[in-house]
């Protein structure tokens, strides 16, 4: 890491495409907040190391740009690393001087992963809501609210899957031990066996199945009283040279960590399976490998495995907020605190709001019109008259279809951004992983906005 070079590089001159207009116009956005680049420098360079000596590396700017580039055509790092190579206009962008080397994909990767959600969130509230509330672009006078899912990047979770994830990782890790002296046996093969005969007999009798779930159930188990034992032996080694320490610690710290996921499972799928207990979501573990991932069920639709987020949009075009929740809570207990956080973005309460119908509650309604909101909307009126929502019915019926909005906008954030599914790894890269498109969706509404109309 190293910090902004006092002269820009050299660099190629702009080509006359709109695109290259558009990331001009975010160049502008984001050259016009000079505090973003401290914030992001902070989340990058490690605490007490030293930046300014070492080897040079990307700057602050350079990953947030990186960022927004990946982003904005859903790319891979390795297919970023080519287009920054390859680009002159992304190279442009990034302020890679044009006789400068490409950052590697690994370079890319561990910068970008270092940047926080909540350092993002505070970008889009400076560069984007503080630019577009001076161009009079979004006020934040007229909001519209609703929820969607955003998938983690898991497969359809099945008891048997996760019974079979939980022998192979254990497994996995008690084979490297095994240059320790410490070995036990290996259920892999059976697991793997009875799993896939579990996914493939989908008709099969109840008994049937029942005694090959026993049987999986009991290698799992096996397999992790294995990995408890070796976790012992492990701490009772003696005489370890500095690189077997290092290893015995990674091996130690794996199996202390997939344990007690592997014990959920046993314990979710005996509850499920033996026992035909229904277990509430909020008890299930659907992935091993992404234990935060919580079940959305959105009435007769699809169950999506991910997280729930609520976002805030206004007739910009532009997301004003956006919360990644913890669960699923339903839609009505949301509407006031989001309303309550238009406040902390603006400095006051919208004059209009518009939810969607799974929001309407009368003391919804109640509780935001006394936040000194005119007009409350609820698509759907659920016993309330349009007279206690809104001043006038000309004035409901405009901000109804006002709410349909938002579902393009969230639409432009799953097509275009990548938020349908989440491609990286851990609830904090969930979230950063979110708020990145957000971001990128708005600078690049922002630009159109500021870009002139052509003639």
């Given at each position: 890491m190293r910090r902004v070079p006092q002269n820009r590089p050299l660099s190629t001159a702009p080509i006359d495409h709109e695109h290259a207009r558009e990331l001009d116009h975010i160049s502008r956005i984001l050259d016009?907040?000079?505090?973003?680049?401290?914030?992001?420098?902070?989340?990058?360079?490690?605490?007490?190391?030293?930046?300014?000596?070492?080897?040079?590396?990307?700057?602050?700017?350079?990953?947030?740009?990186?960022?927004v580039v990946k982003q904005m055509n859903g790319f891979t790092?390795?297919?970023?690393?080519?287009?920054?190579?390859?680009?002159?206009?992304?190279?442009?962008?990034?302020?890679?001087?044009?006789?400068?080397?490409?950052?590697?994909?690994?370079?890319l990767q561990k910068n970008i992963k270092r940047i926080?959600?909540?350092?993002?969130?505070w970008i889009n509230q400076l560069a984007v809501l503080g630019e577009a509330q001076k161009d009079g672009i979004e006020t934040g006078r007229k909001v519209r609210i609703d929820c969607t899912a955003v998938e983690t990047n898991i497969?359809?979770?099945?008891?048997?899957?996760?019974?079979?994830?939980?022998?192979r990782v254990l497994a996995r890790n008690l084979e490297r031990c095994k240059e320790f002296g410490i070995i036990y046996p290996d259920h892999t093969r059976v697991s793997k066996n009875t799993a896939y005969e579990l996914r493939t007999l989908r008709r099969a009798k109840a008994t049937k199945r029942k005694k090959l779930y026993?049987?999986?159930?009991?290698?799992?188990?096996?397999?992790?009283?294995?990995?408890?034992?070796?976790?012992?032996?492990?701490?009772?080694?003696?005489?370890?040279?500095?690189?077997?320490?290092?290893?015995?610690?990674?091996?130690?710290?794996?199996?202390?960590?997939?344990?007690?996921?592997?014990?959920?499972?046993?314990n979710q799928t005996r509850r499920r399976v033996m026992d035909g207990e229904k277990v509430p979501a909020r008890e299930k573990i659907v992935s091993i490998f992404?234990?935060?991932?919580?079940?959305?069920?959105?009435?007769?639709?699809?169950?999506?495995?991910?997280?729930?987020?609520?976002?805030?949009?206004?007739?910009?075009?532009?997301?004003?907020?956006?919360?990644?929740?913890?669960?699923?809570?339903?839609d009505s207990t949301l509407a006031?605190?989001?309303?309550?956080?238009?406040?902390?973005?603006?400095?006051?309460?919208?004059?209009?709001?518009?939810?969607?119908?799974?929001?309407?509650?009368?003391a919804n309604l109640s509780a935001i019109k006394d936040l000194d909101v005119s007009d409350v909307v609820f698509s759907k009126r659920r016993g309330m008259e349009i007279s206690e929502m809104a001043r006038s019915t000309w004035v409901y019926k405009r901000l109804v279809r006002f709410?349909?909005?938002?579902?393009?906008?969230?639409?432009?954030?799953?097509?275009?951004?990548?938020?349908?599914?989440?491609?990286?790894?851990?609830?904090?890269?969930?979230?950063?992983?979110?708020?990145?498109?957000?971001?990128?969706?708005?600078l690049l509404t922002l630009a159109r906005h500021r870009m002139p109309v052509p003639s």
């Open positions: 016009a907040n000079p505090e973003i680049q401290t914030w992001v420098e902070n989340d990058i360079v490690d605490t007490g190391i030293s930046r300014l000596v070492g080897r040079p590396g990307l700057t602050a700017d350079q990953t947030l740009r990186a960022l790092y390795d297919e970023l690393a080519f287009h920054l190579a390859d680009s002159a206009t992304y190279r442009r962008f990034c302020r890679i001087g044009a006789f400068d080397k490409g950052p590697k994909k690994s370079c926080r959600a909540e350092t993002l969130e497969l359809e979770p099945s008891d048997s899957g996760l019974l079979w994830d939980s022998v026993r049987k999986l159930i009991r290698h799992t188990v096996n397999t992790i009283a294995y990995a408890e034992a070796t976790v012992d032996a492990l701490g009772k080694l003696e005489d370890l040279g500095p690189l077997e320490s290092l290893i015995v610690a990674g091996l130690e710290e794996e199996l202390r960590h997939f344990i007690p996921l592997a014990r959920q499972v046993v992404e234990p935060h991932t919580d079940i959305i069920v959105k009435g007769g639709r699809k169950t999506e495995f991910g997280h729930k987020i609520v976002v805030s949009g206004g007739p910009s075009g532009i997301i004003t907020d956006c919360v990644i929740l913890d669960g699923n809570p339903a006031v605190k989001m309303v309550k956080r238009q406040l902390v973005r603006y400095g006051r309460t919208p004059l209009q709001v518009v939810f969607d119908g799974g929001f309407a509650a009368k709410r349909a909005g938002i579902e393009a906008g969230i639409s432009f954030l799953k097509r275009c951004f990548g938020l349908t599914r989440c491609t990286w790894k851990g609830l904090r890269s969930f979230k950063a992983y979110t708020w990145a498109s957000v971001l990128t969706a708005n």
